[in-house]
């Protein structure tokens, strides 16, 4: 069992940054690979980035392409999510996400096994 706990989000003008972090407990989550969704009211939740459990590779929405970065650190047990350039459509709760497969990154929901509470990310214009 893992359990995992967002931190990082808030408000911030559009243009601007943010960082989140996903702390894990229970297992080292160097043992899973790592993911953020994200999901807004009346949508499903959709695939933001993932991590492979080295951090050795990387997967992003095309969306967030070139502007949100997937990191990790398996000594503090930590995924991160930096967010730069940041636009209204970013608004959105975000969860941090932990699949035991270590073989396939996947992008949808219903592939990872663990899932944190969610932060809010409110991004105004």
């Known amino acids: 069992q893992v359990l995992l706990v967002e931190s990082g989000g808030g408000l911030v003008q559009a243009g601007g940054s943010l960082r989140l972090a996903c702390a894990a407990s229970g297992r080292t989550f160097g043992m899973y690979t790592g993911g953020w969704f994200r999901q807004t009211p009346g949508k499903e939740r959709e695939f933001v980035a993932a991590?492979?459990?080295?951090?050795?590779?990387?997967y992003y929405a095309e969306f967030v392409q070139g502007r949100f970065t997937i990191s990790r650190d398996n000594a503090k047990n930590t995924v991160y999510l930096q967010m730069n350039s940041l636009k209204p459509e970013d608004t959105a709760v975000y969860y941090c996400t932990a699949d035991r497969t270590l073989t396939h990154v996947g992008r949808r929901p219903d592939e990872y096994d663990y899932w944190g509470q969610g932060t809010q990310v409110t991004v105004s214009s």
């Open positions: 991590i492979s459990w080295t951090g050795g590779s990387t």
